[in-house]
């Protein structure tokens, strides 16, 4: 049996002029994978990993850690999430045992510079090495450990092998509600199989077929960036106006903007999406001088609310380029300003949405949040920017500019500060915020701010 691969949608041209999308001619051997289980039937009866049970639980799934007398609250984010349309429809039969899923990195001069594997446009060849591979390993990253390679070795039905996540090493000492969605009960079991079979040099076929199917399943039910933004969501508005979450077995999302776009019958919230923009720092020359960057999680958000919402639901400013197609005659090149190459994350929407698509200024974003005119503010950058912040709050919690700060007794749910770096620990701003909106952080520090 074979399966379209979605590394596919990688060669999707877009025709503006005619107002539809065509699918470009694919090149072999990135347009379909061999699945490992022949019948698609059997992949779909294994059941479900324990760790389902506990993604899905109400005690996690409402987790929240209270602080400074019941005044703030902390929330988890529980992981970055992928896209779903970059995981694979069927686990990939493996022809290779191990693929390396990291970088070396190196000072120089002044500048941090990352060591690529693979180019910024070897996106489709990186895939199809890891979905090749049985095991990847992964390590933390610098400053963090829910680094998006976990997320991309489950979504190419690989499995992964996590040593600082599972054994809580070096920045990976995140309590375990923290990363409350990462399937640590599912890696615990593939790295005892994974050891097992070094031992004896042999390999569990049949186990490993299980593990890997189940791995998958759990990423397309709970690892997308939809399932993220969805729970974050949550904590502002009424479950009964989201989409719910989609059935087992659907794959869903494109590069198509328009993709997963909710009924008109459910009156879905719009969302403002507030992040900044990085200098680029990376690689050096003239060529970085003039180019800006966005950070890969509120991308990774991006996804999500567009998948979740619907792209006339979301509004982001600036506007994330990164996440949409580059113009018909722009280059991919710019990719390797981008952390991780832009893989996973970069150039996997349309344009014509969101900041882009209306072209707002910062004066008509003012005026929008005068107007109250989103249900949900979200600020995806909070240690880097908090662009109109006293214009969010003081039309969002009430009162004078002068008066409203000390005198709001509660958070405001509509308001979500999220902080998504790659950074351990509370920023200066924590203890206000999260006692002023809902404060969700990616990686939860120990304690309270």
């Known amino acids: ?77 529980g992981s970055m999430g992928v896209p779903a349309s970059s995981i694979v429809s069927c686990v990939p039969a493996k022809r290779g045992q191990f693929l390396f899923n990291g970088n070396a990195s190196k000072a120089a001069g002044t500048t941090f510079e990352k060591r690529y594997r693979f180019g910024p446009t070897d996106e489709h060849e990186y895939k199809r090495q890891l979905q090749n591979a049985r095991w990847s390993y ?8 829910d680094t998006l390679r976990i997320g991309e070795s489950l979504a190419s039905g690989t499995i992964p092998i996590t040593p600082d996540v599972l054994d809580a090493t070096g920045w990976c000492s995140t309590p375990q509600d923290g990363l409350y969605l990462l399937p640590r009960g599912l890696l615990h079991a593939a790295r005892g199989l994974y050891e097992h079979e070094a031992s004896t040099s042999g390999r569990d076929e049949p186990t490993y077929a299980v593990l ?57 919230p719009r969302v403002l999406l507030l992040t900044t923009q990085d200098p680029c720092v990376r690689s050096g020359g003239a060529e970085c001088m003039n180019v ?7 991308v990774l958000m991006l996804h999500g ?49 969101g900041g882009y698509q209306s072209g707002a200024s910062a004066s008509q974003i003012e005026e929008w949040i005068r107007a109250k005119a989103f249900d949900v503010v979200i600020f995806g950058t909070i240690r880097r920017q908090l662009p109109f912040f006293y214009d969010v709050m003081s039309a969002y919690a009430g009162g004078d500019i002068g008066t409203w700060f000390m005198a709001q007794e509660k958070p405001v749910q509509s308001v979500i500060f999220i902080d998504a770096e790659d950074a351990s620990g ?6 206000t915020l999260s006692s002023r909106g809902t404060f969700i952080q990616r990686e939860l520090s120990p304690g309270c701010p």
């Open 1 to 77: 049996r074979r399966a379209a691969c979605s590394s596919g949608v990688l060669f999707s041209v877009f025709i503006h002029t005619l107002g539809r999308d065509e699918q470009a001619p694919c090149i072999p051997p990135y347009c379909s994978i061999e699945c490992l289980i022949d019948d698609a039937a059997i992949e779909a009866a294994i059941p479900d990993h324990r760790d389902a049970a506990s993604a899905t639980a109400a005690a996690r799934f409402s987790w929240v850690r209270v602080c400074d007398d019941s005044r703030s609250a902390i929330h988890p984010m």
């Open 138 to 145: 992964v390590a933390a990253s610098e400053y963090a450990c």
């Open 212 to 268: 890997a199917a189940q791995a998958l399943k759990y990423t397309r039910d709970f690892l997308t960036t939809r399932e993220v933004m969805r729970r974050v969501l949550l904590r502002a508005v009424p479950e009964a106006r989201l989409p719910p979450a989609r059935a087992a077995g659907s794959h869903g999302g494109s590069h198509d903007a328009r993709a997963g776009a909710p009924s008109s019958k459910r009156v879905v």
């Open 292 to 298: 800006h960057i966005e950070w890969q999680t509120p």
């Open 305 to 353: 609310l567009v998948d979740l919402v619907g792209p006339d639901n979301v509004v982001d400013f600036p506007a994330l380029m990164s996440a949409r197609l580059p113009p018909d005659d722009g280059p991919f090149g710019h990719n390797k300003h981008l952390w991780g190459n832009g893989f996973s994350y970069a150039r996997w929407l349309r344009r014509d949405f």
């Open 426 to 431: 509370w920023p200066p701003e924590a203890a």
